[in-house]
């Protein structure tokens, strides 16, 4: 918007028919001239952070159109969701000098300014951050971080123009934290060298901790923003020892520094890569507990691998990004299931765990797999494609109709890596087909399709893979674990609940218990419970959802109960005939009298610790 920002619509809509209009008289100019280069700088002061406003200043010298387009991304690369960053976006002017332009937008996240015929043109805008996540932006008074891709505006046809960036923080005891080179000359200033760099660098203001350390010859830093139980000794020893091991698969590393940035909040959990840095966020207090700190492990080698696979390595449809709308791929499952495999196995190589933990750890995997009623329903490669509108928005029928591709690509990346080690006794494996996709791929970074990722695979393999895609990654047929790990001495084992077979999950909220989900086809929702309803009685007294287990324990499958519910505010008393336990749990364990050659595969795969 100018800075008559409270027009009436019907002049917007004006400005809108005239920028359309524009661009249609003036095709040829529309278009950056290839003779001009235009100088493009942006600045992102934050002068009042509890007002949770970053205020942004776009220079742009050199100016060729005399129309000019500015976008803001919809999404940014590995959070495949259409975010709308442009809700967040404010108070829109354009000058030149002191001279107001007119502007207006043409879309969503789309703006066009007449310029005039100047060659300056300045942009000033506001951008609200109050959400803490690795994926948007957060302003308060204690930091500022913010992703590129909900911050600053792309120049259509200007993409692969140089941009400097100027970071003021509102104090001076506040310091900038990124992976950007900085300009010397200029304080706080950085430079990227194009505009899918500036999207992909966070940015970490504030009075966070920074520590130095160097890997490989490379130098690292962790910025960490908010306290926590964490020891820097432990924590920078561990990432050594994971950046050392995936730096190994794939034979060095392709970056000069890297940064890690860590929020730590109450209770949190998440991570988005970027090719030479990643954010991470985690619960404060999770360093000390064992599982915790062991999770914490994991998302760090699963978002420091990504700077190889899905950041370098990626599928065709990610090669080039299109900022404005969903880019679909049925690949996915190898960008972030195969890289959840890896998450699991590279702290067991880095001797941060043993055998017997990863086979807990991946136990506690099968597991959610197995429970998963989708897995019937979607196919993996539809599961990728579709996570624009399904994986990230889930509601209370997601679990019955749709596989998350980080969970069952992990599986199936499981099943590969086993056939693999089993074929060429352990001389192959799943880091070879890692390796091949960085040296075909990764290192031009060229984009694969699913049919080319298919025959890498199957060239490590020395097999035709085509029935396990089509059964496995395009189909909907079991994952038959066992015939996997039984070369390796393993047998996926089960344990059933005590209880019969109900089919939902209730949860207390409000001092009342409500019914979360409902499995499709089970008792419950045969007998005709839905999610959203409260939880009140069966057969006549009060359950709750934190002695539902207990009451059911008290009956037996096919015994017929009742329960009292209140739909939609009435009350409803359901007859329901109860099923057969159900199983809780899958673990992985050791087979009786494993051969010698189950036990060298084993130990090919795990090291000696599981079998000693």
Known sequence: MTDAINRSADTHESLKLEGQRLSVIFPETYQANSEITPIISYEVAMPQPQTHLFEVTLKIENCPSPLLNLKLPVWTPGSYLVREYAKHLQ????????????CGKVAKNHWQVETNGVS????????????????TNHLDMTHGYFNGAAIFLRIPD???QGINVTIIPPYPDWQVTAVLPMVSTVKNTFYAKDYDTLVDTPFEIG?????????????????IWGQGNFQISRLISDFEKIIEVEAEIFEGLPYERYVFLLHLLTQAFGGLEHKDCCSLIYQRFGFKDTDKYERFIQLVAHEFFHLWNVKRIRPQALEVFDYDQENYTPSLWFCEGTTSYYD??????????NAKSYLNHLSKEITRYQNTPGKAVQPLSESSFDTWIKLYRPDANSPNSQISYYLKGEMVSLLLDLLIRARHDNMRSLDDVMRLMWQQFGKAEI??????????????????????????????????????????GLQLFADAEEEPFLGIKVAGENNRDIVKFVESLSPAQIAGIDTGDELVAINGIKVSASNLSERLRDY???DTIQITVFHQDELFTYDVTLAHPRVSRYAIKLMANTSKMQKKNLTGWLGMSIIS
């Open 91 to 102: 108070d829109f002017r354009a000058l030149a000098g002191e001279q107001v332009l007119s």
């Open 120 to 135: 300056e043109v300045t942009i000033k805008y506001r951008v609200f951050a109050n959400e803490i996540s690795v994926r």
């Open 158 to 160: 200007w993409e692969k």
């Open 207 to 223: 009075k966070h901790q920074v520590y130095e350390f160097e890997v490989l010859g490379k130098p690292h830093e962790l910025a």
């Open 344 to 353: 699991l196995h590279i702290p067991l190589r880095a001797g941060i765990y």
């Open 447 to 488: 984009g694969y399709t699913p049919k080319q990722l298919q025959t890498v695979i199957e060239s490590v393999a020395g097999v035709d893979l085509t029935d396990f895609f089509e059964q496995y990654i395009d189909g909907l047929v079991d994952l038959p674990f066992n015939q996997y790990l039984e070369p390796f």
């Open 556 to 558: 037996q499958a096919k």
